[in-house]
């Protein structure tokens, strides 16, 4: 079975630019998040998505991030613009159904903005 | 408040030493991981339990729901072992919420 999918690895971008980061869930994972981990801090969730519906979006900052699962499937996540304390990995994961079922992460992005 | 919290922040042993790293956690909760984070940054779910213990390989992880204490052990340490082990809870339905870790570092 192929794991969660993410792109690219790594980006390094200057403040107030444009940056878009890529996952492709396993396949029939109906439920997917997107997680922001600081360094040296536990990973916060941003965005948790029910199929192509947002689950909750209460954590993610809306005047610069946005999210979205079209259909139902992959999903992108876009900053714009960038700043220097968004500089952190950040890692998909998904799960068969809610948030009491096991998660499965992906590799994460890593984002350094200078 | 829904806290989770994990002790030692930073654990150095020889190589073949076992390992305990501990997770506590505030309130009940309906489950509890044990993850494993390499220095590239993806993670890994070692274990996802609610009561009682589970093993793989040379993992352990055990939990007491009375005391809210969670360990993860790792018997006959390897250098390959060296990462930081992130302990995340669900309270309720909610979202999980995660320890800062334990970087572990396992020395030949």
């Known amino acids: 079975e192929a794991g969660v999918a993410q792109s690219p690895r790594y980006k390094i971008i200057e403040k107030r630019q444009s940056v878009a980061f890529w996952c492709n869930p396993i396949s029939g994972h109906a439920t997917l998040y997107w997680y922001q981990q600081i360094l040296g801090q536990g990973p916060k969730l941003l965005i948790q998505?029910?199929?192509?519906?947002?689950?909750?979006d209460s954590q993610l900052p809306k005047d610069r991030f946005s999210a979205e699962r079209l259909k139902g499937v992959d999903s992108t996540l876009k900053i714009q613009p960038a700043k220097l304390e968004d500089s952190a990995v950040y890692l998909c994961?998904?799960?068969?159904?809610?948030?009491?079922?096991?998660?499965?992460f992906g590799p994460g992005t890593r984002l350094t903005v200078t | 408040k829904n806290e989770v919290e994990q002790s030692p922040q930073n654990l150095t042993a020889q190589e073949g030493e076992f390992i305990t790293i501990n997770c506590s956690y505030s309130?009940?909760?309906?489950?509890l991981h044990w993850l494993q984070q390499h220095p590239g940054g993806g993670i890994v779910s070692l274990f996802m339990l609610s009561s009682g213990k589970k093993k793989h390989g040379r993992l352990i992880a055990t939990i007491n729901i009375q005391e809210k204490h969670s360990s993860l052990h790792i018997t006959a340490s390897h250098p390959r072992d060296s990462a930081v082990y992130i302990c995340a809870a669900h309270f309720g339905n909610e979202k999980l919420t995660f320890g800062t870790g334990t970087r572990l570092t396992i020395i030949p």
């Open positions: 998505f029910q199929n192509n519906g947002v689950v909750d």
């Open positions: 309130v009940g909760i309906s489950a």
């Open positions: 994961a998904s799960s068969t159904r809610g948030v009491s079922y096991e998660q499965y």
